[in-house]
């Protein structure tokens, strides 16, 4: 819904070498793996078991001269005048290094690095680009996730490429516009952002700029994140490529320093060229299985041992989030919302004739833990009768709006926002019970303040933050969350380099999936939840060892911003009747199995004026605004008979 102690070093950033074979590639000695599925292999890397760069003259020259006919690959100023050239390469085919590339198919996933002593010439034949990097700084390359991006560790930095192909207004220079500005640029190019989060820019702006590279459009940025102390890579440089006759195929370079390198991502720029597109780009990245924390204390261990082999989904219903007692005038104020919340539940449990399972609440970065309420609506453990919390924590203070630009991200990494994260924390610890703590969700959109779209096309930064929470629970002994990381379904901006699992922070850092997919209900035609979960299981490869949480979900009846108010009631009803006949069935499918919980969110979206612009609500506890559901009698009969088939 729109709505350094550990730090760094991605555990993402290793290079793919998992045991065996795969169809269509002549394995390398002593490397190998994966498959043709999204998703197979794991990331973990020994760096003594990287392959021999291969010198055979044939696979080389098929590699560079054969694949492309026409001199696509040629760089005669870097000296690549042609394959003889290539002093050596190392050749990446379908989850693994070869001796020789196949004969390429429309399935085939490579990627080439080719050197000649003083560059290396990177080859991205599935996503459509080549570019050449100082060789005598390339140190490892990680492929686990090459669908979305690579990363090289080059000398003091760390390098991002994706190529990106997803630009969804169509191939003019109107759409391209649409696309950069409003997808792309839109904080990066403000200098009020840059002013508002205490940055500075390095230099000139490049921008649209067709001139310095004749026959593309380039844009580039260098920025320094000032009061530094306690960020790794303080200087970053950021470019987009794209050919001046495709609005839609373009490069994105990122680079993270130590030091400001603006001539060396130039030269990058300058070595860039589109090619054509050969095969299909595939993620190999796989979690593993869940790493239990060896903080927990018994309880909490015990809750997620249940919660793993549930073989029911847990229920819960978000309709208002608990706050501490500091946020209010008066204990009076205190208490009148006190006991707004606890009838606000107690009538939902009332209608559904069913005690909830977790009890859902939201909090801000600055924001106390509520720990009354949690103690007295929560407290439960699994066993005890009583729902488990699952909090939300984001980082944001202004209920994900960009106010004036800003962004909470740079600040957290310089640590102004330790002493929350510490006073949550104890608070955290002293509640005691388990906790579904789900930290900075949908955070591959563009409406969070936490997004990459606001930390200069960096998803590393949204890692480096959770890496930093993560730390200070560790130092503060809190032994009972259990972290649940949760992308939205669908991303947004509509890109490579934003997708879900360039967020993921690593796996000794989460133990639960969180999965969160709406149907808004304002269309004619309804997508099922069959459809977005199971496709969803089916995106999640990588995870499928891990307990998974629908976190957030729901599904609308229509608003009166798009429409008549409910006139989609039915259909609601049939979605909700399908839903249960899913996660009820005897035999239930695959992705149902790895459901272990799911929270229906019982709140409305409202544009400027108040009018209801996605209709989620099905029961009006505290009959906000007066708002009238009873034309969702048949919604909340849905959901009470399949609320009793659990």
């Given amino acids: 819904m729109k709505k350094i102690g550990r730090i760094f070093l991605l555990s993402l950033m290793a290079v793919l070498f998992?045991?065996?074979?795969?169809?269509?590639?002549a394995s390398a000695g002593g490397s190998g793996g994966g498959s043709s599925d999204e998703s197979s292999g794991s990331a973990a890397s020994d760096s003594a078991s990287a392959p021999a760069?291969?010198?055979?003259?044939?696979?080389?020259?098929?590699?560079?001269?054969?694949?492309?006919?026409?001199?696509?690959?040629?760089?005669?100023?870097?000296?690549?005048?042609?394959?003889?050239d290539v002093s050596s390469a190392r050749l990446y085919c379908d989850g693994g290094f070869v001796e020789a590339f196949p004969e390429f198919t429309a399935r085939t996933d490579a990627k080439a690095e080719f050197y000649n002593g003083e560059y290396v010439k990177m080859v991205d034949y599935s996503g459509g680009m080549t570019y050449c990097l100082p060789a005598d700084e390339m140190l490892e390359i990680d492929y686990s996730i090459a669908h979305y991006r690579l990363q090289i560790s080059l000398g003091d930095s760390l390098l991002t490429v994706s190529a990106e192909y997803d630009n969804p207004y169509g191939n003019t220079a109107s759409s391209w516009e649409i696309y950069r500005e409003e997808w792309l640029l839109r904080f990066i190019d403000d200098d009020g952002y840059i002013e508002k989060n205490n940055l500075e820019r390095i230099g000139e702006v490049i921008y649209n700029d067709t001139q310095i590279k004749p026959g593309y459009d380039v844009y580039h940025y260098?920025?320094?994140?000032?009061?530094?102390?306690?960020?790794?890579?303080?200087?970053?440089n950021v470019a987009v490529v794209r050919k001046a006759s495709d609005y839609v195929n373009f490069g994105l370079f990122v680079m993270k320093s130590k030091y400001d390198r603006t001539e060396d991502m130039l030269d990058i720029v300058d070595s860039y060229a589109a090619v054509y597109h050969r095969g299909t780009a595939k993620n190999y990245y796989d979690a593993g299985e869940p790493v239990e924390d060896e903080n927990w204390n018994e309880e909490t261990a015990a809750y997620f041992r249940s919660l793993s082999a549930s073989e029911k989904v847990n229920w819960g219903f978000f309709s208002y989030s608990m706050n501490d007692?500091?946020?209010?005038?008066?204990?009076?104020?205190?208490?009148?919302?006190?006991?707004?919340?606890?009838?606000?539940?107690?009538?939902?449990?009332?209608?559904?004739?069913?005690?909830?399972?977790?009890?859902?609440?939201?909090?801000?970065?600055?924001?106390p833990f509520p720990t009354s309420m949690a103690e007295d609506f929560a407290g439960g453990n699994g066993e005890n009768g009583r729902p488990v919390l699952q909090f939300t924590y984001q980082f944001t203070v202004d209920n994900n709006t960009f106010a004036e630009n800003g962004t909470p991200m740079f600040d957290i990494l310089r640590g102004r926002y330790d002493h929350y994260f510490r006073n949550l924390?104890?608070?955290?610890?002293?509640?005691?019970?388990?906790?579904?703590?789900?930290?900075?969700?949908?955070?591959?959109?563009d409406w969070v303040s936490y997004c990459g779209l606001v930390t200069l096309l960096d998803p590393d930064i949204f890692v480096m933050a959770w890496q930093r929470l993560y730390s200070v629970f560790e130092e503060e002994g809190v032994d009972n969350c259990i972290w649940i990381w949760n992308p939205a379904g669908v991303?947004?901006?509509?890109?490579?380099?934003?997708?879900?699992?360039?967020?993921?922070?690593?796996t000794e850092y989460v133990q639960v999936l969180g999965l969160t997919d709406y149907e808004m209900g304002n269309g004619d035609v309804f997508t099922s939840f069959e459809s977005y979960y199971s496709s969803l299981y089916e995106k999640n490869t990588a995870f499928r060892a891990y307990?998974?949480?629908?976190?957030?979900?729901?599904?609308?009846?229509?608003?009166?911003?798009?429409?008549?108010?409910?006139?989609?009631?039915?259909?609601?009803?049939?979605?909700?009747?399908?839903?249960f006949a899913q996660i009820n069935a005897g035999n239930p499918a695959a992705y149902i199995r790895q459901i272990k919980g799911a929270v229906w969110f019982n709140c409305n979206d409202y544009d400027g004026d108040m009018r209801i612009a996605n209709r989620l609500k099905i029961v009006n506890a505290d009959n906000y605004l007066g708002e009238d559901y009873s034309d969702l009698a048949a919604t909340t009969a849905a959901f009470r008979e399949g609320l009793s088939g659990a």
Avoid at 18 to 25: N, P, T, V
Avoid at 53 to 74: M, S
Avoid at 491 to 506: A, I, K, N, Q, R
Wanted: proline residues 4%; glycine residues 10%.
């Fill in 18 to 25: 998992a045991a065996g074979s795969f169809a269509g590639c």
């Fill in 425 to 445: 924390a104890r608070a955290i610890k002293a509640y005691g019970k388990p906790v579904l703590f789900r930290l900075n969700n949908e955070m591959n959109t």
């Fill in 325 to 367: 007692e500091s946020a209010y005038a008066s204990d009076a104020a205190y208490r009148e919302q006190y006991d707004r919340i606890r009838n606000i539940q107690a009538e939902i449990e009332e209608t559904m004739e069913y005690e909830f399972d977790i009890y859902p609440t939201y909090n801000h970065l600055t924001t």
């Fill in 547 to 579: 307990p998974a949480i629908i976190s957030e979900f729901a599904c609308g009846s229509g608003g009166n911003a798009s429409g008549a108010l409910g006139r989609n009631a039915a259909k609601q009803a049939a979605w909700v009747e399908e839903m």
């Fill in 491 to 506: 991303s947004c901006p509509y890109s490579s380099w934003g997708e879900d699992l360039c967020y993921f922070p690593g």
């Fill in 222 to 236: 260098a920025v320094h994140i000032k009061n530094d102390a306690n960020i790794e890579y303080p200087y970053y």
């Fill in 53 to 84: 760069e291969v010198t055979d003259r044939e696979a080389i020259g098929y590699a560079f001269g054969g694949v492309y006919l026409n001199g696509e690959l040629e760089d005669e100023e870097r000296g690549f005048a042609g394959a003889e």
